[in-house]
């Protein structure tokens, strides 16, 4: 009689194990689907990644493009005030039909003060040293003063408006790029943001 006690005893523990091991087998099902969802994630998460490095890229694309061409559009606003100036230096000639050789003195005039200045050479920067915008700026500040300088001392000429018209592009053009490496860190800061 014990030993069937015994046997009863081990079949409801063979029982228990089996609904134990049926229990287990679902749960490591489970287990592995959810280990396939998430190598799927993790690729799905690569090629979102891939994406945005093309994106971001293509974007540092546009946006040099975006620098040529506002150095285009400066250069073509500067060519456009000098057209405008030879314009009507040439309606001041052809009503005056005496003085036809009034724009090759005026260029002559013009050369002679730049032929006669000295010529400034900046030192290069060293190697290792970062360019500082603001340093840029100085610069600039420092050119336009000597081309006003050496505008002030010549008699008014024709000549006085291009080195105004070079002076304000000058500055209009430092200014529009530092604008536009403002607006590209801030667009670069919230793509990361993102």
Do not use: W
């Amino acid at each position: 009689m014990t030993g069937m006690i015994l046997d009863g005893i081990l079949m409801l523990l063979l029982v228990a194990a089996l609904a134990y091991g049926v229990r287990l087998e679902k749960k490591l099902t489970q287990l592995r689907a959810g280990q396939l969802a998430f190598a799927g994630a993790v690729t799905e998460l690569n090629s979102a990644c891939a994406r945005a490095e093309n994106a971001l890229g293509s974007l540092r694309a546009s946006g040099e493009e975006a620098d040529l061409l506002h150095d285009r559009i400066i250069k073509a606003r500067a060519l456009k005030t000098d057209l405008e100036q030879l314009m009507a230096r040439s309606g001041r000639v052809s009503a005056e039909p005496a003085r036809v050789e009034a724009p090759v003195a005026i260029a002559r005039e013009e050369a002679a003060p730049r032929a006669a200045a000295p010529v400034r050479r900046e030192e290069p920067a060293p190697a290792g040293a970062a360019v500082d915008p603001d340093d840029r700026a100085f610069r600039m500040a420092a050119l336009a003063e000597r081309i006003n300088g050496m505008a002030a001392p010549a008699p008014a000429a024709a000549g006085a408006g291009n080195v105004q018209a070079i002076l304000h592009a000058l500055t209009a053009n430092q200014s529009a790029k530092q604008s536009l490496n403002r607006a590209k860190a801030k667009l670069d800061d919230d793509l990361f943001a993102a």
